[in-house]
């Protein structure tokens, strides 16, 4: 009766089954969080635990029938064994980390296809990174407090885990399918009564999550509506090349617009239900209880800024900082920012999928970043370029800053969303690979602007610094 039901509404919508499944999976949290908050939140431990673990498989079921069913199971059991078995050492660490990913760059290879499916390794590579932060945070408990960092200290575990709470943690309805990153101690606090602005009693979370959650359908109205005129099939069609080369370069800006708001609308409405359950509770800053502690997205930010960094500041933030605290903080022993930039990237790279246009997105991320810091500390040290900042000119600067902002932003979308070589190769060549060159010519121009602009004086303390 379902699928049928499924099939119809995926007509009506125009969306793949896969999708719409995804969505309602996603949506489903929140009853979930409603039946914790009436029935469950003054039971036991295990209890709730047990309310965890069969809600995620109920959705993992919903969405990835059969054997695949399986692989989460598998990872998470394996990887409450090394915990018990390895104990708080390097080497459970290493294993963990190893067996993670091997295990998802198997599921990558054997499902790959040349199109963005929704499978069983997407939730599980959500899954991956939940688990080897949980190895991280156990091998922290084991240092002593003034070895650790505020992070550490608030992710790091004293006691070894309960196999119903490591299977509680990695299934939670909020989390399981599309994120956000939480550390296990987040959720032993969850369990245990201690996130909630009332000690003891029911969180006053429902109007901050229905705050999220209709933000978030909002985002999810403005893709629905707009994304049919937006496909990335079109890139590939005869039609797209023979359009004049503004028309092509103004359909990469706003297609890279609309399909973003896919992924922030699942952020977005899966941390509603998130704060809906008492996870996103984040203490009190300013006299005020805070509820964003799963926050994936700071939306205004994201929409406001002309930078390339406030872009990626806003988006995505929790599995930004597990990266930053598991793998850029962790290589600190390189002594070189760059390297460990290099090495987050190229983590994040692998962690995505095995396709070439993730290789290029995230190498083009990386020297857009560079080129736009060069930049900024020109505009820092140059007082011309400071005073224009703050004129009365600076709205139409922002224009144009916004315009090639949004524009760029599309631009290394592309091989991320077509995968393969032979169709983002196409793309870039109808627009004349113009993104590397705006990028390269500004990388080759700003140190001819640097001499020019800023005073020797300054030149040379910099240098000195």
Not at 7 to 34: C, T
Not at 135 to 159: I, T
Not at 308 to 328: D, E, P
């Amino acid at each position: 009766m379902a699928a049928p039901l499924l099939e119809r509404l995926s007509d009506s919508l125009g969306s793949p089954e896969p999708a719409v499944r995804l969505i309602l999976s996603v949506l489903i949290g929140y009853p979930f969080a409603l039946v914790y908050r009436w029935f469950l939140f003054n039971q036991p431990a295990t209890v709730i635990h047990l309310f965890h673990i069969c809600s995620g498989l109920a959705l993992a079921a919903f969405n990835f029938a059969g054997s695949q069913l399986c692989h989460s199971a598998i990872c998470v059991f394996v990887q409450f064994l090394m915990l018990r078995l390895m104990g708080r050492t390097v080497t459970g660490v290493l294993s963990s980390f190893t067996f993670q990913m091997l295990y998802l760059m198997a599921g990558y290879y054997y499902t790959a296809t040349e199109e963005y499916d929704i499978k069983w390794t997407m939730p599980h590579c959500v899954l991956t990174l939940k688990l080897i932060g949980l190895a991280f945070d156990f091998y922290d408990g084991g240092k002593e407090q003034s070895q650790l960092s505020q992070e550490q200290k608030n992710g790091a575990l004293l006691s070894v885990p309960t196999l119903l709470e490591v299977f509680g943690f990695s299934y939670f309805y909020g989390g399981f399918l599309v994120g956000p990153q939480f550390t296990l101690r987040s959720y032993q606090r969850l369990v245990a009564k201690e996130l909630t602005d009332c000690p003891g009693k029911l969180p006053n979370s429902v109007i901050p999550a229905m705050r999220r959650f209709a933000l978030g359908f909002l985002c999810l109205a403005i893709y629905a509506i707009f994304s049919p005129s937006y496909p990335d099939s079109y890139y590939l069609t005869d039609e797209y090349e023979a359009q004049p080369f503004w028309y092509r370069c103004v359909f990469i800006l706003l297609w890279g617009k609309v399909m973003l708001y896919k992924y922030v609308s699942c952020w977005v409405i899966a941390e509603g239900v998130c704060i809906l359950a008492g996870l996103g509770y984040n203490g009190v800053k300013d006299g005020k209880h805070q509820w964003d502690a799963c926050a994936n997205m700071r939306l205004w930010q994201f929409e406001t800024t002309p930078l390339f960094g406030g872009t990626i500041a806003s988006f995505n933030i929790n599995t930004n900082a597990w990266a930053a605290r598991h793998v850029f903080k962790r290589l600190k022993f390189l002594g070189n920012k760059t390297l460990s930039h290099v090495a987050t990237l190229i983590f994040l790279t692998i962690w995505h999928g095995l396709h070439s246009g993730y290789i290029l997105c995230f190498s083009m991320e990386f020297f857009i970043i560079t080129v736009e810091r060069q930049a900024q500390a020109l505009v820092k040290d140059s007082p011309q370029l400071t005073y224009l900042a703050n004129s009365r000119l600076y709205p139409l600067v922002y224009v144009v800053q916004q315009f090639l902002h949004w524009l760029f932003m599309g631009y290394p979308l592309v091989p991320f969303c077509l995968f393969t070589y032979d169709k983002w190769l196409k793309v870039y060549s109808s627009v004349y690979f113009c993104g590397h060159a705006f990028f390269l010519a500004a990388y080759l121009i700003l140190p001819f602007l640097r001499k020019t602009l800023v005073p020797k004086k300054e030149r040379s303390e910099k240098k000195q610094d």
